[in-house]
């Protein structure tokens, strides 16, 4: 098939839309490659280090409204923003009747999440203008029930219906409405879900993902000097990196695209030669190394379950996690010997709940002792070259005790695609610096 049959949904995130100068690179982007059809947008974001986001001055203009404080001055500043654009733009728009319907229902109380969404909306007028294509607002197409849940069957059926006939347009990100036409937004970050709907409905070849860096990294650059790029992941890598804290792209984008096969490719604005990071189903593309890629999280408290027998006791397990439940903790890890059960929990969840947990324990499973210990960090080793590869996890013991880091927990899924790793917290930089040196630097 040529390149000009494809379809294409790009996404660009906040600090893609951030200026008039950063729009002209979208726009020459979108310009260079007629298959990108369907454009999904953020609300403008930082422009430097020290600017607001667009969303973040939303939200607070909204709370000074609901608190009958005046709001004039921040609204004022968010106008300023879009303005700016429009006019570095010398586009021919003007939103004064938009900003005045907003401050109305700024005034009337029309809820955080219809403030929220009116920087995707605002900034998706400016892209449809600037583009020529057309503007759909999201509040017709992404369907959320009275209670707000995200009705996603109904949408596709929306997005689809109202898509079939149109060959360009741009739909803003981040939002849609709930049966009496109330806005609701997704969670932060969200305007990357709108644009994995988009492309599922209209069965896109690729939903490409704009944003500020060149992919997914090996390992974070913040504890690894300049680590590698990571050229293709597949969507169980991703979800066994992301829940441990990438933060490149919404958990909850890859569901809807991966359910049609459509790859995702994060691409770089400010970079467009790079080729990013292909996010696949599945490849017969072998990675570089023999890992993927690396991320951690610390803040663990590891609660340790001990007694005699527990492997003959029927229900043991169902019993203590069951507490865990009704305290509404969430479980991340549960390694287990023969007669001993840890479970590894989110600090900040735990601390709180720890003595209902505690005596809970003691309630249901009679344990021989309860052991806790906190300040732990998890870190995931992942990687679908691991499964063909023996000695992976010695090699990381190896590397570790070389450098005398302790491991407290070792955890491998069966699938071989990520082996976890407990350290103390303090050691979490150094362990993540030590398994990148032996996986990339010494098999590079
Ligand atoms: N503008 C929203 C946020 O800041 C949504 C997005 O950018 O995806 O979270």
Known sequence: MS?????????????SLASAEQFKKVGAIIKADSSRRYVVDSAPGKRSKEDTKVTDLLYKCYEEAEEGLSFEKTFRVIKTRFNEIIAGLELKLNLDEEFETIYRKFEGKAGSDYAASRGEYLNGRI???????????????????????FLSEETNEALRARLKDVERAVIPGFYGAQPDGR??????????????????AVKADIYENWTDVSGFLVADPRIVENPKNIEILTYRELRELSY??????????????????????????????DKGTLIVENTCHTPEYTITGIAGKKGFVSVSIDKDMMNSEIGFCRRALQVFED????????PSGIDTMTVFVDKDAFVDKEQQVLSGLHRVCQPDTIDLESDLALIA???????????????????????????????QGSSELNIIIGVRNKYFDEAIKTIYEVYVNDEA
Do not use: C, Q
């Not at 305290?327 to 549960?334: A, D, K, T, V």
């Open 3 to 15: 390149e000009e049959n494809l379809v294409k949904v790009v996404k660009f995130g906040g600090s």
């Open 244 to 273: 441990m804290g990438a933060s490149v792209l919404h958990e909850s984008a890859i569901f809807p695209v991966r359910k049609e096969g459509i790859p995702i490719n994060i691409r770089n604005t400010n970079r467009p030669e």
């Open 127 to 149: 892209m449809a203008a600037y583009l020529g294509y057309e503007f759909i607002d999201a509040a017709t197409v992404i369907k959320f029930d009275k209670e707000g849940n």
């Open 381 to 411: 080793v992942v990687g679908r070259g691991m499964k063909n590869n023996s000695g992976n996890a010695g090699k990381i013991f190896s590397a570790l005790s070389k450098k005398k880091i302790n491991i407290r927990m070792i955890d």
């Open 327 to 334: 305290n509404g903790i969430s479980i991340e890890h549960m």
């Open 183 to 200: 806005v609701k937004t997704f969670s932060r970050g969200g305007s990357d879900v709108t644009g994995s709907l988009v492309a599922r």
